[in-house]
């Protein structure tokens, strides 16, 4: 999965702003409109999304909302416009911050620091019978331990924060296995049945991870 996915019509840009953050480490994609943002996201994933809003066809409040209805991740607002229904606008979609051009670098990055960290404190998940801990990449099932490969950890992880949303076979496998993965999207099916083996009390009626035929992968807890 990528760190960063910059929406950017601005090739020059978007070519230095991918340049600076790589150079702090950061893995980096961009698009330059937002139907392209869109069908990477979907394909890849991101940890983090740069957004701006005066983007080609769909602008970049239609790129949030869309995103907003079935993910959580981070949005930075980057744009010229300083409106302030532009601002109100952006946060009431969803965005974690609004910062206007031209920007200071620095600033940026300690930003988007920032809200990693705060994600990276979101050690522990629990649902039901079922919990979850980030820094030990355990399960357990009331009380006891399940034994879970790292991918398996990160499928159940990924599944749970976003409970009740139904996700993409695509989306799912790359977040997990990441765009240049040469595993096939069947990997995500047997994953999948693993799983259920391991965490559901009838893995041949499952009940917390509900398939949703043509679509992905829900989980009901």
């Keep these: 999965m990528t760190d960063i996915l910059i929406v950017e019509d601005n090739m020059e840009l978007s ?3 991918s340049d600076l ?12 409109d ?19 809003i005066n983007l080609p066809g769909m602008d970049g409040f ?13 949005m930075i607002i980057l744009t010229a416009r300083t409106e302030r229904e532009d601002k109100l606008s952006g946060i009431v979609l969803g965005a974690d911050d609004y910062i206007e051009k031209p920007y200071d670098v620095d600033i940026l990055i300690a930003k988007i620091r920032g809200i990693f960290r705060r994600r990276l404190a979101i050690d522990c998940l629990s649902d039901g019978s079922i919990s979850l801990d980030l820094a030990a990449e355990t399960v357990t099932k009331n009380g006891r331990s399940i034994p879970v490969t790292a991918k398996e950890f990160e499928l159940l992880w990924l599944l749970m924060e976003n409970k009740g949303q139904t996700l993409g ?8 296995w990441g765009s ?32 949703v035929w043509g679509k992905g992968y829900r989980w009901e807890g």
């Design 15 to 17: 070519g230095l702003l």
């Design 21 to 32: 953050l790589r150079a702090e480490g950061f893995t980096v994609s961009a698009a330059c």
């Design 34 to 52: 937002g139907e392209k943002a869109l069908s990477l996201y979907e394909k890849y994933g991101a940890r983090l999304i740069l957004l701006d």
């Design 62 to 74: 239609a790129v949030c909302r869309r995103i907003r209805e079935k993910d959580n991740v981070p």
């Design 169 to 176: 076979k695509e989306f799912i496998f790359g977040r997990i």
């Design 180 to 211: 240049d993965s040469e595993s096939e999207l069947q990997t995500l099916t047997v994953h999948i049945k693993w799983l259920r083996e391991k965490i559901e009390d009838d893995p041949k009626y499952p009940r917390r991870i509900v398939t």
